[in-house]
């Protein structure tokens, strides 16, 4: 096979700032312009949709161009490997995948980045996506992917044996509704069948609080994290329906994957990208279904990005290899093969995205439940430079007490509350 995983390098994030801060650009050449054989790699995380296939299609385009694509587990490992190897002037790859929770905290180095920008690009996405990717100094830096409006996945045969309704337009009405009303079917569900609702409380917790515009930060930059009474109401509102509704399981935990397989929750919260993750994990069961509802409303969660190291030695290869892959046809592609929401203004408009279906979930219409998802989101949250290091010490804080039991609500809140002021 083509694609390899590789395991990103940890690191202190102190540490690579200062890293950052102290090393400059380097200069890159490329060795293709003399007509030689190229090697670009890929580095993404979780799945982007980017099969073997689809790589195989652009090196059959371009002789001369071998294409290696390093996945990292989570977006966390991603992140530290960035961030370390950026500071260090070497080691990233000639593309870099970057999750939309850290990319504030990358455009502070967009000096580091190839400048993307191109007139035959200028249109090619949802306008908020190109202006997030775009410098101080005028420079896209990025090539947007995906975007993750949120539906609700749930196991049809799980909820048959409890007594509910299985038709996902049954279930959506079932489940219509703010969080109130999610945590009390999830009730009703445990009552009848003994067993969990959800996966775990940091799932629920992050659908709930990207429903918030400032959680975390005043636009100013201002944190607000610990006395922000929106943030300590959904923590203490998720780990108290986790009581009860919760797998305890942490997401992206080797018992995490088995549970999509053996039946350990009954729903999750899901976008787009999500869809592939369960199918690709859970491949023989047949009970996944998705309904075309999210409690509050609407929720997007995720949404990645493609850059362009300058530290890299393939720059112009790279360049269009990027735009190659974020292009609304490739884009459609990872879509059919892993769920990713395209990000591409073209592809709304396609019979395809449209008419799309889903043979793993009980043929669900996922282009059109992604397109309402997507119209019935209503808040982008604010995220600047601190908001992923606040969130993961949030997520750390609902670990301890639902999948770790080693703290009380009260007593892991004052540790997020410590963790904060650190940093």
């Not at 312009?33 to 059959?60: R, W």
């Not at 000096?111 to 200028?122: C, H, I, Q």
């Not at 397989?261 to 047949?286: E, K, Q, R, Y």
Request: some cysteine; hydrophobic content about 45%.
């Amino acid at each position: 096979m083509r694609s390899r995983r590789t395991t990103a390098s940890a690191a202190v994030a102190g540490a690579a700032a200062i890293a950052l801060i102290a090393t400059g650009c380097s200069t890159a050449t490329d060795p293709g312009a003399e007509g030689g054989e190229i090697t670009l790699t890929v580095a993404t995380f979780n799945d982007f949709g980017y099969t073997d296939e689809l790589f195989a299609q652009y090196e059959a385009e371009n002789p001369g161009i071998t294409i290696v694509h390093n996945r990292a587990a989570t977006s966390n490992e991603a992140r530290d490997n960035f961030f370390t190897k950026l500071g260090a002037g070497s080691g990233l790859a000639d593309i870099e995948a970057v999750e939309v929770d850290w990319f504030a905290e990358m455009m502070q180095y967009s000096d580091k980045l190839a400048d993307l920008s191109d007139p035959a690009v200028a249109d090619r996405w949802v306008d908020w996506k190109t202006a997030a990717a775009t410098d101080a100094d005028g420079r896209l830096v990025a090539y947007g992917t995906d975007i993750g409006p949120q539906a609700v996945c749930y196991r049809a045969d799980l909820f048959e044996a409890a007594g509910l309704p299985t038709d996902r337009e049954e279930v959506a009405a079932l489940l219509e509704g703010d969080w109130d009303r999610y945590f009390e079917v999830g009730q009703q569900y445990v009552d009848a069948s003994g067993a969990a609702w959800f996966d775990a409380a940091g799932a629920i917790y992050q659908g709930m609080i990207n429903q918030v515009e400032y959680a975390y930060e005043e636009a100013d930059g201002t944190v607000i994290a610990t006395e922000n009474p929106e943030v300590k109401r959904i923590y203490t509102e998720v780990l108290t329906a986790s009581e009860t509704l919760s797998a305890h399981l942490g997401q992206w935990s080797d018992d995490w994957f088995a549970g999509l397989s053996n039946g350990a929750f009954a729903t999750m919260l899901c976008p787009g990208w999500m869809l592939g993750v369960i199918s690709g994990n859970a491949p023989d069961v047949t009970g996944w279904d998705v309904a075309n509802v999210f409690p509050g409303g609407g929720g997007n969660w995720g949404g990645s990005y493609l850059t362009v190291p300058a530290q890299g030695q393939n720059i112009e290869e790279a360049k269009k290899l990027a735009a190659w892959l974020t292009a609304p046809e490739q884009q459609m592609s990872a879509f059919a093969a892993a769920g990713t929401f395209p990000s591409q203004v073209d592809a709304y408009e396609s019979t395809e995205l449209q008419e799309a279906t889903n043979e793993y979930f009980n043929n669900a219409p996922v282009g059109q439940i992604l397109i309402e998802r997507s119209q019935a989101i209503e808040v982008a949250p604010f995220k600047s430079v601190k908001y992923f290091p606040i969130n993961d010490a949030l997520q750390r804080a609902l670990t301890r007490v639902d999948v770790d039991g080693t703290d009380t609500i009260d007593s892991s809140w004052e540790l997020f509350v410590a963790d904060v002021n650190a940093l």
